[in-house]
């Protein structure tokens, strides 16, 4: 059993050498197919920190009475933080909103005028919320329309965004849905091209097939090299388009950070590298075993 | 001993290949099948080699029915039959070595066995300095010299020889049935389809003659008779 298993993957291996054109080509369709569905992994990690980009710069502000104390507020901050759909709620306190204030219009000297001849401090206090996501934006102002906070809150900043976080989040989502489809689309194209390499390669084998049947090989002595001929394709085109990836990625990364600020991809890539290579390799092993085993099938029929 | 028992071939959707053919070769033996392209020879031997089902009869080796075999059982069977072909089916990838190790190979014969085998197959069919060829680098007789020390690697008890020499020359075509001939005296049964009317003329041995799929003739020391 053993001694089969070793010379199976002896001859495999044997085989993967001397058809070295062969193999080089499939190897290379292979390379590309899993460059393919890496980079689309990357793309669909830049869609995503693009539409987190957008969706974090969606807020509401919720504005407090003049009169309202400062614990008031804090409570109804305790227990707005309380629901899962808040990431983040922000007190600004009515000092720190002049202080703001201040700093934004300190060049326009009228408006800085009529502040200081108003004498007391005109700006209410607010909680900045985050949502999870930004569909969850309704349900977080309905969490104010309770009637206790009626009387301290003296208005939200939703009812005049609201049409802009729709639209935000109906564009996010759509980038989201898009960019996997996309996905999908052209994995199922590599999948395609790298199984129908392999069945060339195995085509071109079938009378050495027969004549191993004929000879007494049992199915799994005829197919096995075969299949491990397939799994080396997968290796070797997993290191191939790491090899790629990498001074690629170097070179790219850079550029797409000016476009899109708080991304780097390099930075992503080289952290996730092990990971990264390890879902290549499984993507190619996977790929070239199971085109192989399906490929061979019909001409081990004799 | 083998024995056909009644065994008819049918391809659809009309060709009645092989007709209700009842025959016995018994151990030890050197048979000739002669006939016409078309005759029915090679049919004959793809049965026998389980590479077809009859659609009818049974063909028994001892007491075991060939058509009945599981299909994990067939490469144990094929491992007691030595096959030669007239396009000689080396494995093009291997040396003539390993073409021939690799009989071996399939029943897990171990590496010490092989390592003393081959090199002695190799002798008798003369090609010890060519083991390590490739099939493309060898000529005719000589890839099917290797494909008949192949055929012998795992000893077996019958040697299916379908037309060998079809792709030969005169001269290799003596070779390779006086190689035949050698085998058959270490006590091998030899099945040799020929349509060469020289060869069969001049071995001297049974002849059995197909016509469109029946035997017409049967002789113990036949010649050929068809023209």
């Known amino acids: 059993m053993f001694t089969t298993f070793v010379r199976i993957i002896k001859s495999g291996c044997i085989s993967f050498w001397r058809n070295k054109w062969l193999s080089s080509s499939a190897v290379s369709m292979m390379s590309l197919a899993i460059l393919g569905i890496t980079s689309l992994l990357l793309v669909n990690v830049l869609i995503n920190s693009l539409t987190a980009n957008l969706e974090d710069k969606i807020d509401i502000s919720v504005y407090f009475n003049l009169d309202t104390s400062e614990d008031e507020i804090l409570d109804a901050r305790v227990d707005l933080v309380k629901l899962n759909e808040v990431r983040s709620a922000e007190y600004v306190s009515t000092g720190e909103a002049l202080n703001k204030f201040k700093d934004k219009h300190k060049d326009n000297s009228i408006l800085m005028q009529s502040l200081d001849e108003l004498g007391n401090n005109p700006l209410s206090a607010s909680l900045n919320i985050k949502a999870q996501q930004a569909s969850q934006y309704e349900s977080i102002v309905s969490f104010f329309e309770q009637e206790k906070y009626n009387e301290i809150i003296d208005k939200i900043n939703y009812l005049e965004n609201k049409a802009v976080i729709a639209r935000l989040t109906s564009i996010t989502r759509s980038i989201r849905q898009i960019g996997l489809v996309i996905l999908l689309v052209l994995a199922g194209l590599a999948v395609l091209v790298t199984f129908n390499t392999i069945r060339l390669t195995i085509y071109s084998s079938r009378r050495e097939i027969k004549v191993m049947k004929l000879v007494g090989a049992s199915n799994w002595f005829a197919r096995g090299p075969f299949i491990i001929e397939g799994a080396l394709y997968g290796v070797i085109a997993a290191l191939v388009s790491l090899f790629i990836l990498y001074p690629l990625l170097w070179y790219i990364s850079p550029k797409i950070t000016s476009y899109l600020p708080g991304t780097d991809l390099f930075y992503f890539f080289q952290a996730n590298i092990i990971v990264l290579f390890l879902i290549q390799i499984l993507v190619g092993v996977s790929l070239g075993t199971i085109s192989s085993l399906v490929a061979i099938r019909r001409y081990l029929e004799v | ?227």
């Open chain 2, 1 to 227: 001993m083998i024995y056909f028992k009644k065994v008819s071939k049918a391809y659809p959707p009309n060709c009645l290949a092989l007709d209700n053919i009842n025959l016995t070769i018994n151990d030890e033996e050197f048979v000739s099948i002669a006939g016409r392209s078309g005759a029915g020879k090679s049919t004959l031997i793809k049965l026998l080699i389980r590479e077809e089902l009859p659609s009818k009869g049974q063909i028994l080796w001892g007491d075991q029915d060939i058509g009945k075999l599981h299909n994990r059982d067939i490469p144990f069977w094929r491992r007691q039959i030595g096959m030669i072909f007239q396009d000689f089916r080396l494995l093009p990838n291997k040396t003539a070595y390993e073409n021939i190790a690799f009989a071996m190979e399939v029943g897990g014969c171990p590496k010490l066995e092989i390592e003393k085998s081959v090199p002695q197959l190799l002798k008798l069919v003369n090609l010890i300095n060519k083991a390590d060829n490739f099939p493309d680098q060898l000529s005719g007789g000589e890839q099917q010299r290797v494909a008949i020390a192949r055929a012998l690697a795992h000893r077996p008890k019958v040697l299916v020889a379908d037309e060998p020499t079809g792709n030969l020359d005169l001269l290799n075509t003596w070779e390779i049935i006086k190689l035949l001939m050698k085998i058959n005296e270490l006590k091998t049964i030899v099945i040799l389809s020929t349509h060469d009317r020289d060869i069969i003329n001049g071995l001297d041995r049974r002849v059995i003659t197909l016509e469109k799929g029946k035997i017409i003739k049967d002789d113990p020391k036949g010649k050929y008779i068809l023209f």
